[in-house]
């Protein structure tokens, strides 16, 4: 495991050789990790994106997500565990609805398991609200999934609706 390092986060589109970084960085965040060949194949999607947060030439964090006609559906965020409380997560989120604001989607989209409180507390810092709670959602321990939502309002440039 790295340590925490100083200086500027800088948010960059993934490529291939940072393939292990995620990996890395999932394996440390998830219960059920997604195999290293998932990101591969999200790499080479037209409508799938990765990108990172480095800070001091490292990568501390990734957020995975799908730009799907108006929306955005965010498939995982995850900050490295030895980076974690000190605005990675925040600043990937940032960068997500920046990014959707600016393509004038209308809505982001995620599932989330209903006991994770940190990414339920990131989501909500940043106006998602419940939807919908699905049952069972998770294979692997049967927990529910809540979806969130965030509506955009594109006109204005902020957050709402
Ligand atoms: C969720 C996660 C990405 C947050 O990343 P982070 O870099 O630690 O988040 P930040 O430091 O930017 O925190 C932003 C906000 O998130 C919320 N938050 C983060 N960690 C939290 C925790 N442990 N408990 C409650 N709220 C938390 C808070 O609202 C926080 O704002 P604050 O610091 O002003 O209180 C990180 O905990 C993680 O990687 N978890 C494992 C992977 C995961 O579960 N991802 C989400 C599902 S895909």
Do not use: C
Not at 6 to 13: E, K, R
Not at 15 to 36: C, G, M, N, Y
Not at 46 to 59: E, F, P, S
Not at 84 to 93: E, I, N, T
């Amino acid at each position: 495991m790295r340590a925490v390092h100083p200086g500027a986060l800088v948010i960059t589109a993934a490529t291939e050789v940072d393939l292990d970084a995620i990996d890395e960085i999932s394996q440390h965040s998830f219960k059920t990790p997604w195999p290293r060949q998932t990101f591969v194949d999200e790499l080479a999607r037209d409508h799938a994106r990765i990108d990172l947060a480095r800070r001091g030439g490292d990568v501390v964090g990734y957020v995975n997500y799908w730009l799907v006609t108006d929306e955005v559906h965010l498939l995982a965020i995850a900050t490295h565990p030895d980076a974690r409380r000190g605005g990675v997560g925040a600043a990937l989120m940032r960068h997500l609805i920046d990014g959707a604001l600016a393509r004038r989607a209308r809505l982001v989209t995620l599932e989330v398991r209903a006991g994770n409180e940190a990414a339920r507390g990131l989501y909500a810092r940043f106006g998602f609200a419940d939807i919908a709670t699905r049952r069972s959602y998770y294979g692997d321990d049967g927990e529910d999934a809540v979806v969130m939502t965030l509506a955009l309002a594109p006109t204005t440039g902020e957050p709402g609706g």
